[in-house]
């Protein structure tokens, strides 16, 4: 993944990555020698289901095969589900907004439309502006460029990037959310409608007791 800068604005550019495989191969399957590949037991004994494998077919260590994911180049093409190199997501700017309100249901559970959320009973709202946004920079678990990237045309390996990513703190803890076009009011009203978790438990309730998703009913209207 690059970041290229075009007019002002950044982009994420997938390139390539490694690929799962082994230098473009992978273990091979060879007929399973305790039913020789017939994947049923002689005269039917247990359930007449060969125990040690499957479909009649077992790993092999001994045979190598050409990867089909990456057609034996150890090479495949990133998207923007791929994880962000640490230097990139580092490399972006970030805000902190503070308000005095709980935490919502989704930011709690769910985390949907936000890079991440976290409940931390109130650490990030004693901290400093800085020693917050120190704190997620460093953050180096996988984040999903398509979690602060808009999709360029509906490919999903070039992505405008955010403004900025917003860290945005309650009492209880906080969500990371990308702001674009400068419009941290429309985020704001996101947050606003979602239901509290207090709420979020009882609407969620009631949903699921009537046969519907309740975890996603709770999370409100989401973006
Ligand atoms: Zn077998
Ligand atoms: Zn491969």
């Known amino acids: 993944m690059d970041l290229q800068i075009i007019d002002g604005k950044r982009f994420i550019v997938c390139t390539v990555t490694s690929c799962t495989c082994m230098n473009g191969k992978l273990y091979g399957r060879v007929p399973c020698p305790t039913c020789g590949g017939t ?21 092999s260590t001994d045979v190598l095969v050409v990867c089909s994911r990456c057609n034996g180049s150890y090479e495949v093409k990133e998207t923007l589900y791929n994880s962000t190199p640490a230097e990139i997501w ?9 308000a005095d309100r709980g935490i919502t249901w989704n930011e709690s559970f769910l985390g949907v439309g936000c890079v991440w959320s976290s409940c931390d009973y109130g650490r990030a709202a004693a901290m400093s502006d800085e020693g917050v946004i120190a704190k997620i920079k460093e953050y180096d678990s996988a984040v999903q460029a398509i979690s602060f990237c808009c999709p360029v045309e509906g490919s999903s390996r070039v992505g405008l990037v955010a403004d900025y990513i917003g860290i945005f703190i309650s009492r209880e803890g906080y969500s990371v959310r990308p702001v674009f076009n400068g419009d941290v009011d429309s985020v704001i009203r996101q947050i606003k409608s979602e239901p509290s978790e207090e709420m979020g438990r009882v609407i969620g309730a009631v949903v699921h ?9 709770a999370a409100g209207k989401l973006v």
């Open 39 to 59: 994947a049923r037991t002689k005269g039917g004994k247990g359930k007449g289901r060969c125990r040690k494998c499957f479909d009649g077919k077992i790993v």
């Open 90 to 98: 580092r490399s972006l700017d970030f805000k902190v907004n503070r």
């Open 209 to 217: 007791s009537l046969g519907g998703n309740g975890v996603l009913a």
